[in-house]
């Protein structure tokens, strides 16, 4: 069974920083890509960050500079540290592994996400 396990969040004033970390289990073999997403509140969710298998980062755009994903050695762990952080930053923050496979999968890649951690950003 896969899991995603985010933690890190919390309270910050404006122009601090948090990190977060995405914690994975369950004898992954493979994943596309792992990313993250955020949701505000009355808001739909939206994407983030991405980093690929072969490493490669994608950002939405109006966060580039700030936000910077990456990844553990062993690729068990997605990290986003966001710095220089705003009050439209708040919210919850979501890991997803995209099109997972493990030693047991038997059928079709699935897609994966954690339960997600608050971000809240103060003025």
């Known amino acids: 069974q896969v899991q995603l396990v985010e933690s890190g969040g919390g309270f910050v004033q404006a122009g601090g920083s948090l990190r977060l970390s995405c914690a994975t289990s369950?004898?992954?073999?493979?994943?596309?890509?792992m990313a993250w997403y955020r949701q505000a509140p009355g808001k739909e969710r939206e994407f983030v960050a991405l980093?690929?298998?072969?490493?490669?980062?994608t950002y939405e755009d109006s966060l580039k500079g700030r936000f910077t994903i990456s990844r553990d050695n062993a690729k068990t762990t997605v990290y986003l540290e966001m710095s220089s952080l705003k009050p439209e930053d708040t919210g919850v923050y979501y890991c997803?592994?995209?099109?997972?496979?493990?030693?047991?999968?038997?059928?079709?890649?699935?897609?994966?996400w954690g339960q997600g951690t608050q971000v809240t950003v103060s003025s």
């Open positions: 369950g004898n992954i073999k493979f994943m596309n890509y």
């Open positions: 997803h592994a995209n099109k997972v496979i493990t030693t047991t999968t038997d059928g079709p890649p699935l897609d994966y």
């Open positions: 980093i690929t298998s072969a490493g490669r980062t």
